[in-house]
Nanobody, 122 residues
Framework: QVHLVESGGGLVRPGGSLRLSCAAS????????MGWYRQAPGGQRDLVAT???????NYADSAKGRFTISRDNAKNTVYLEMNSLKPEDTAVYFC????????????????WGQGIQVTVSS
């Protein structure tokens, strides 16, 4: 089983920055695509950004120009640098990953973290 644990959330003022981290642990052979999703109060869980194993990123329109997703494959970790934060960015942010836990069969599974709160408020 692969476990994803987010960190780096908290309270920040509008215009400020936060850097989220998501560390994968457990039985891991390789992490494939990884990403960040968010869910605002009363809202749906929406994609924020994804990044492939080869570092090709994709962003939601709301994140383009402000957020940067990156990864460190040696550490099995994905990051989300968030700049110019707005109150509308307030949400629980979830880490997501496609992972191959078993090197012998290479089957791909999808995993979610528990989520971490990001609050943008003055």
């Amino acid at each position: 089983q692969v476990h994803l644990v987010e960190s780096g959330g908290g309270l920040v003022r509008p215009g400020g920055s936060l850097r989220l981290s998501c560390a994968a642990s457990g039985t891991i052979f390789r992490l494939n695509d990884m990403g960040w999703y968010r869910q605002a109060p009363g809202g749906q869980r929406d994609l924020v950004a994804t990044i492939s194993y080869g570092d090709s990123p994709n962003y939601a329109d709301s994140a383009k120009g402000r957020f940067t997703i990156s990864r460190d494959n040696a550490k099995n970790t994905v990051y989300l640098e968030m700049n110019s934060l707005k109150p509308e960015d307030t949400a629980v942010y979830f880490c997501n990953a496609d992972a191959v836990p078993y090197y012998r069969d290479m089957r791909v599974y999808n995993y979610w973290g528990q989520g971490i709160q990001v609050t943008v408020s003055s």
